[in-house]
């Protein structure tokens, strides 16, 4: 599937091929950091989960290595400023948005919609409301970031633009308005305030990535820049107020991802400063033997992969659990680290049958939304695709916070915001429109 592969043909000789790796890779940790906290538990005829980070507070110096998501931010920032860069004169900036758009919505709508499904049987053959809402939430937690990507990839013609005129000086000015953000929430106590850096920190991110293609972060910059922020995350976890796990842990005061954090971002641009800066030395190296060829594979079924990989975990679970397939020694233990691997690999081998199926049946899983034209203005078709992205992407942050399920139920308020959005999103003007930016080669 290939609605996060935007950047060309995997053959193309121009192509860099380590941001490509880069890609996969950062997606395929999220997936193992995951599967390896996903520790589901069948005691006295019932399902429940542990939190090793919570339980194992050690474990929680793990998260610098699993949280990669920035990294694929990053890479994003760059294949959108290239697919803009390039993109047909005759295209006009909304039809380049409504296809990045709708090649997202396209199979995130199908996974949702198989889950609802799901849920809805699930209900009607009488499973308890808490385990489905256990379950709903664990195939939903995962979607705020198709909601973030989709925020910055309807904004990317305004980032390259803000680019080319202002440099480097963009994505400075999005990470202080991220540490403002921080000081006035976490001194003040009035955490809502930190919602706003969802935009700035993963807008912070993505620019970084558009100026990379724009040639302003060369080596000695990005090691600089890598090498600050190495300095800078131990203090922030260690005299300042966040806490060291990279992703939500119960009980913190401050979290460093939900919303993002300036612990966060030190953390991405350090990751990001260290493997651009190698980006030369993988190409050469990629280049050779049968890498290509895997790593466009890999790919061309992230977007799948990523989608999907918590639903295995269900089916595991449901299955063997009970049945006593799949051991459950004490938390922390050798045997219980030896469990973990087992079941990293069966999850692996049913999500490879999974993605076989999916791959067999793209036209249908990877399919983009229609479109369909209708009789309105330019100007009216892009702010409702504006208002579309933007409802679409509100539903999936939701979801991702109550699950499908919540409290048991079906989530009627936020199916019907995605089903408008992406309705919304699927209006084009009958007419196309021509606007300053498609004279862009």
Request: glycine content about 8%; some cysteine; aromatic content about 10%.
């Amino acid at each position: 599937m290939a609605p996060m592969n935007t950047t060309g043909a995997a053959s193309s000789p121009s192509r860099e091929i380590a941001l490509d790796l880069y890609r996969s890779a950062a997606v395929m940790l999220v997936v193992i950091g995951h599967w390896l906290l996903s520790v589901m538990t069948y005691r006295d005829g019932e399902f429940g989960r542990d939190n090793p980070l919570e339980l194992m507070p050690w474990t929680q110096w793990l998260t610098w290595g699993f949280q990669v998501v920035p990294v694929f931010f990053a890479v994003a920032g760059y294949a959108s400023a290239v697919s803009w860069s390039r993109h047909d004169p005759a295209t006009s900036r909304q039809e380049w948005i409504r296809r990045r758009v709708a090649r997202v919505l396209g199979p995130t709508a199908v996974y949702a919609g198989f889950v609802l499904v799901v849920m809805g049987v699930l209900h009607l053959a009488g499973i308890d409301g808490q385990v489905l809402e256990l379950g709903g939430w664990a195939v939903a937690m995962h979607l705020w970031f198709l909601a973030v990507y989709l925020m910055v990839v309807a904004l990317t013609p305004i980032a390259v633009a803000a680019h080319e005129r202002w440099g480097i000086a963009v994505p400075a000015v999005l990470a202080a308005c991220l540490i403002v953000v921080d000081v006035v929430g976490i001194s003040t106590g009035h955490q809502e305030i930190r919602m706003a850096n969802y935009f700035f920190c993963w807008a912070t991110i993505y620019q970084l990535g558009i100026a990379w293609h724009g040639g302003l972060l060369g080596r000695r910059a990005l090691v600089g820049m890598a090498a600050a922020a190495a300095a800078a995350l131990p203090m922030l976890v260690t005299w300042g107020p966040y806490p060291i796990a990279m992703i939500g842990v119960p009980g913190d005061r401050v979290e460093n991802s939900a919303p993002p954090s300036l612990a966060l971002l030190a953390l991405a641009t350090a990751q990001i400063g260290v493997l651009f800066a190698i980006v030369p030395l993988l190409n050469r190296a990629l280049s050779r033997g049968a890498w290509r060829r895997v790593i466009a594979v890999a790919n061309n079924n992230v977007m799948a992969l990523y989608l999907w990989h918590m639903l295995p975990v269900i089916v595991v679970t449901v299955i063997a659990y009970p049945a006593g397939l799949l051991p459950q020694p004490p938390l922390g233990s050798g045997m219980w680290w030896l469990a973990r691997l087992e079941w990293e690999l069966v999850l692996a081998v049913v999500t490879a049958a999974l993605l076989c199926l999916l791959f067999w049946q793209r036209r249908i899983f990877a399919a983009p939304v229609p479109t369909f034209a209708v009789p309105v203005p330019a100007a009216a078709a892009e702010v409702m695709l504006y208002a579309g992205t933007g409802a679409c992407a509100l539903a999936l942050s939701l979801l991702s916070a109550n699950g499908f399920a919540p409290h048991g139920r079906f989530p009627v308020t936020t199916v019907v915001l995605f089903a408008a959005g992406a309705l919304l999103v699927a209006a084009r003007p009958k007419v196309p429109s021509v606007d300053q930016y498609t004279s862009r080669t």
